[in-house]
C-alpha cells in the first residue's frame, strides 16, 4: 500500500470546500493508495506534465505516484476548469 502526501494548497483545497465532497475525495484516494495502477475510468495520465488527474464528480485531483518512495503525492485538489493552471 502506498502512503498519501498531500501538498498545503491540496490540504487547503480540502479544508474549504464542502465537506461531503472532501469526505468523498479522501475515500476515493484512501482506494487509489492501496492499487495507484489498477484500472479505473476516472483516472487518466497528464498530457504535458507529468503524474495523473482523478475525477470526482466537478472536482479534479491531481497526482503523482512515486514507486521508489511507495508514495502517492497529491498536488492539487480543485474545480474542473481551473485545476490544470
Known sequence: MYQ???????????????RATAILICDKLRLLATAPYASNNN????????????R?????VIYEIRDDQLIVL????GPR???YR
Not at 498519501?4 to 464542502?18: D, F, H, I, N, S
Not at 497529491?74 to 485538489?77: K, P, R, Y
Request: aromatic share 8%; proline share 3%.
Open 81 to 83: 476548469g481551473g485545476i
Open 43 to 54: 483516472v487518466k495520465k497528464l498530457q504535458g506534465r507529468e503524474g495523473y488527474r482523478m
Open 4 to 18: 498519501l502526501t498531500y501538498l498545503k494548497r491540496a490540504e487547503r483545497a480540502l479544508l474549504t470546500m464542502p
Open 74 to 77: 497529491v498536488l492539487g485538489i
Open 56 to 60: 470526482v464528480g466537478d472536482w479534479r
